[in-house]
């Protein structure tokens, strides 16, 4: 865990550390992947706004362990886990994003999930009480479309088997067990994040995050960016309840 000894690429909004120099040209194309995903969720959500973010001395590193083993002994993660992102942890000292080399779904999946999560949580502040699921909707965005999950998700609602509007903010999916519930939870946040953009278009969405940014709890701050269409979580999960029964 001496990051000195490390290998680095640097562009303009991230570093990549690797430790093996027969991994660079992986490094290059995460490089390249990282600063793509980095302009499309910043676009997205309305973060490039705002100013120059994640450059020079403010650059988020991306750490690729050569393997699994070494990638959970240095971290302390589980071995079930395929990588992660922190903020000015001890270990890594800034924001960084960390997974390891034999990570299949690495570049397409985890990565752009990863960075969506860093991005939204700068826009909206670390330490801000923003629901769990609005949080991994916008995540979850930035991974390859799924339209077997949005119609499994079609189908729950039709079978009134999603999760209530009533509950959906206080979820922390965090410390559930049930893998079932688990799997609903990812795909209903991310099917009512895509609603919210495709219905009511991207200039509502960016109105969100940036009441969001100002202070205002997700009630207000949702209300503010679509009243009088939806006013509440209930008109929410009213409208998207629609759509879906449509599908």
């Not at 562009?11 to 550390?17: C, N, S, Y």
């Not at 393997?67 to 922190?86: C, E, I, N, V």
């Not at 299949?104 to 860093?118: D, K, Q, R, S, V």
């Not at 609603?195 to 991207?202: A, E, N, S, T």
């Amino acid at each position: 865990n001496d990051f000195t000894q490390w290998q680095q690429i640097k562009g303009l909004h991230f570093v990549v550390f690797f430790f093996n120099k027969d991994d660079e040209p992986l490094a290059n194309q995460v490089s390249d992947k990282a600063e793509e995903y980095y302009d499309r969720v910043a676009r997205q959500i309305g973060y490039s706004r705002y100013g120059d973010f994640w450059t020079w001395e403010e650059r988020v590193k991306i750490f690729i362990f050569p393997d699994q083993l070494s990638f959970a002994l240095t971290t302390g993660q589980p071995l079930w886990s395929r990588g992660y992102s922190t903020r000015d942890a001890k270990l890594f000292d800034s924001r960084a994003i960390i997974s390891f080399k034999q990570e299949e779904n690495f570049l397409e999946n985890l990565l752009p999930h990863e960075i969506g999560h860093l991005i939204f949580k700068d826009l909206a502040g670390f330490d801000r009480p923003i629901p769990v699921w609005f949080h991994e909707g916008v995540a979850q965005l930035q991974d390859r479309p799924d339209e077997a999950t949005e119609a499994g998700m079609a189908a729950l609602v039709k079978g009134g088997q999603h999760i209530s509007f009533d509950l959906l903010n206080d979820i922390d999916i965090r410390l559930e067990k049930d893998e079932r519930k688990v799997s609903v939870f990812y795909a209903q946040s991310r099917s009512v994040v895509e609603f919210l953009i495709k219905v009511y278009g991207q200039e509502a969405f960016q109105r969100l995050c940036r009441n969001l940014r100002d202070g205002m709890m997700f009630p207000r701050a949702l209300s503010g960016a679509y009243s009088p269409s939806i006013d509440s979580m209930a008109a929410l999960g009213q409208k998207w309840i629609e759509c879906m029964k449509e599908k």
